[in-house]
């Protein structure tokens, strides 16, 4: 569903850094997108599902070199979901957004920090190629306040997967008049498998990291006899929420969690991960064994294991309304004075003027993809520019730098009669979940947050709070209705341009091209003044938008390093010199893209340090 972006206007405070003592790391890995073997749809990263695992300390430095090896067809951008991309908007991954598409055949590298800190995930932000084209990003931060093992096997990634229609099928079936559904998904998937086993030592505390890379699915997932403390959502330290059986994930969600195993040394359990909020056939849900290293087979026939217990849909909303999150530190608090502005956003299904096609649209409009496929410039390098003629006008909200901003999205009833529930991601910001409630959301109303420490998260759930699939009393009579809103709060801390979208593979894609769309002029806000006046002031936010200047990107953000050491009155003994040198002597040569899969193995981890001391 829809785009809306965020534009903001002004410089933020450079504030990136939680301590000028850290090392700063560069890594460097290597993506390469292709069709999977014998396919010509499903797209792999580095040949395999999930992707690699990226891992980086806080504020490392992270190198991503991409390159499409696609049909000459299909384009591509990565978007690293959860890093806020802070001082570097244009290494969010958005086509035409942040970046021109990546073309078959052509590499991008991404340069941007390691911030913040936790559990992420990378996915092809270009049609539903994410189905499969995804994988792992875990920033460690050395304060975490646990001191629990991994498990060795890593994150656990959910996803669904279609075995047909095949996905350029479902992407032109989407957008067609008459529009047709890609249908619900085949399987479940736990790491790409559909028999994942998790192999653990008996009687001791595990963290697992558990990302939800569907892009349709709404999941729960539980372990059988094995309650989870919740610890850490979409990379926020969390008030630890103990004895959690099951927990719900949606789209682009993230959880850590802390399990312990049992004494008994023959303890093969049952993993389970079922659909939740659609209409779906149970056989897509999906089982994985959680295997004691004490045993050494696993038995064939698995019936008499039991279950784990998942929540149904009541429990969980009743959980999500009653019992929210709490954030664990007080410098994370929502600031509770009056916002400077709320925005709201009324969220709909709507038929094509044909009257056959369908897109999702907020306020009546979405991005029109026709007009951005001919642009030559991405629209975020327009905005640096001060050009504004290829803006689309009502899809994008400006706001202002440091202001306090509340977003209310309201969910209806779709044609078909039934109100789905929605997981909305904002690109660039993490926000609080301010309230949330049943029906029509009333601006009238004098609303108290719903807790008082909501916690920053990046990826919200807008529940179906009536006409849902399980409900008796939905008819396509009730389309439109209102069934469900939620209040988001954020500060606008970092300039750029943000999708706020559902993250929905399907959702975005049909909101991404609605030819029936007509721009009106009700821009709200407009700067008298032209944009780039703030941002071609600064020489440290010149816009470096292709593969050959991430060096410049790099250099920047080591001047920024060093600038904050100043202001901090620290003492700066290396200044990235050498890394800027090596930098410029490998400008040309793929030398330094070299792919390494884990930190441990980056040479260049002692040697090439942005280090402030
Ligand atoms: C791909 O196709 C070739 C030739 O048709 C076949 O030999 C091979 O087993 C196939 N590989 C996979 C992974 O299906
Ligand atoms: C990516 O592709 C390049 C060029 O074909 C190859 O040299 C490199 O080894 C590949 N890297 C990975 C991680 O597959
Ligand atoms: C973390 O746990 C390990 C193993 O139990 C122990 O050796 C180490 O000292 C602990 N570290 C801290 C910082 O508590
Ligand atoms: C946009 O949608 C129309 C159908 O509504 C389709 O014919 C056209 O190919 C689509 N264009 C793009 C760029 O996706
Ligand atoms: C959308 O358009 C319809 C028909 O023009 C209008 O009745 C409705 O008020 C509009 N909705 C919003 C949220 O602007
Ligand atoms: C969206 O439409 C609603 C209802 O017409 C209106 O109150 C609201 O101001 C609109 N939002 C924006 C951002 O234009
Ligand atoms: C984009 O370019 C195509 C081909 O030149 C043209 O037919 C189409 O009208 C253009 N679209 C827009 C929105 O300018
Ligand atoms: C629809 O049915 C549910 C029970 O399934 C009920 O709680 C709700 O009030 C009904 N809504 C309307 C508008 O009738
Ligand atoms: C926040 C900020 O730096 N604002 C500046 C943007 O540019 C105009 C014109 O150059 C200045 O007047 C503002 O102070």
Wanted: proline residues 5%; glycine residues 4%; neutral net charge.
């Amino acid at each position: 569903m829809i785009y809306i972006f965020l534009r903001l206007i002004f410089l933020s405070i450079f504030s990136l850094i939680n301590s000028v003592s850290n090392n700063n790391y560069r890594l460097v890995y290597n993506l390469n997108v292709s069709y999977a073997q014998n396919s010509s749809s499903i797209v792999l990263i580095n040949n395999q599902i999930p992707g690699p695992l990226i891992e980086a300390e806080l504020n490392d430095i992270l190198i991503i070199r991409v390159t499409n090896y696609l049909p000459a067809s299909e384009k591509l951008s990565i978007h690293f979901h959860g890093m806020l991309v802070q001082q570097t908007p244009h290494m969010d991954g958005v086509s035409y957004i942040t970046q021109m598409p990546i073309e078959s055949q052509h590499s991008f590298t991404y340069v941007f920090r390691a911030y913040p800190s936790g559990t992420h995930f990378y996915h092809s932000h270009a049609g539903l190629q994410s189905v499969t084209a995804f994988g792992p990003l875990i920033v460690h931060d050395r304060r975490k306040p646990w001191n629990i093992s991994e498990v060795s096997s890593g994150p656990l990634l959910f996803s669904d997967l279609w075995f047909e229609p095949d996905r350029l099928t479902q992407e032109y079936n989407l957008l067609a008049s008459p529009f047709i559904w890609q249908g619900e998904p085949t399987y479940l998937l736990i790491n790409g498998k559909r028999d994942f086993v998790l192999t653990v030592d008996p009687n001791k505390k595990y963290l697992l990291r558990l990302i939800c890379a569907t892009t349709l699915s709404t999941v729960v997932f539980g372990i059988d006899k094995h309650p989870m403390t919740i610890v850490e959502v979409d990379g926020t330290l969390i008030k630890p929420k103990e004895n959690i059986q099951s927990i719900e994930l949606s789209s682009g969600q993230r959880y850590a969690v802390i399990i312990q195993t049992n004494k008994q040394s023959n303890g093969i359990y049952l993993m389970q991960l079922a659909i939740r909020w659609r209409t779906s056939i149970n056989s897509a849900s999906c089982t994985g064994i959680l295997r004691y290293s004490t045993i050494s087979e696993i038995p064939t026939d698995l019936s008499s294991f039991s279950f784990p217990l998942l929540s149904n849909e009541e429990d969980i909303r009743l959980f999500s309304f009653t019992d929210p999150y709490e954030t664990l530190f007080e410098n994370n608090q929502m600031p509770r004075r009056s916002v400077d502005k709320e925005i709201f956003m009324y969220s709909t299904q709507s038929r094509t003027s044909d009257g056959l096609g369908m897109r999702w649209m907020i306020n009546n409009s979405s991005l029109d993809k026709l007009h951005l496929i001919n642009l030559t410039q991405p629209l975020l390098l327009d905005v640096y520019n001060g050009i504004e003629d290829n803006l689309p006008t009502n899809v994008i909200y400006s706001i202002k730098q440091n202001q306090l901003i509340d977003i209310v999205l309201q969910n209806t009833v779709a044609a078909n009669g039934v109100c789905e529930t929605h997981p909305f991601h904002l690109h660039g910001h993490k926000f609080w979940i301010h309230s949330q409630g049943s029906g029509m959301y009333n601006p009238l109303e004098k609303l108290n947050p719903d807790t008082n420490n909501p916690i920053l998260r990046d990826t919200l759930t807008l529940y179906a709070t009536s006409y849902s699939y399980l409900t008796p009393n939905r008819t396509s009579t009730n389309y439109l209705k209102p069934c469900g809103w939620i209040k988001l709060r954020l500060i606008a801390n970092n300039p750029g341009l943000w999708l706020l979208h559902c993250h929905i593979g399907s959702h975005l894609f049909m909101g991404n091209n609605n030819t029936g769309n007509q721009f009106s002029t009700n821009r709200e806000n407009v700067p008298s003044r032209r944009i780039s006046d703030n941002f071609s002031s600064s020489r440290s936010y010149a816009p470096e938008y292709h593969a050959q200047n991430v060096y410049a990107t790099q250099r920047r953000i080591c001047e920024q390093l060093r600038e904050e050491a100043r202001r901090e009155r620290t003492k700066v003994s290396i200044v990235c010199k050498d890394l800027v040198r090596y930098i410029t002597d490998h400008q040309s040569s793929d030398a330094l893209v070299t792919g390494f899969q884990s930190p441990k193995d980056n040479p260049f981890r002692d040697k090439q340090q942005c280090s402030l001391l």
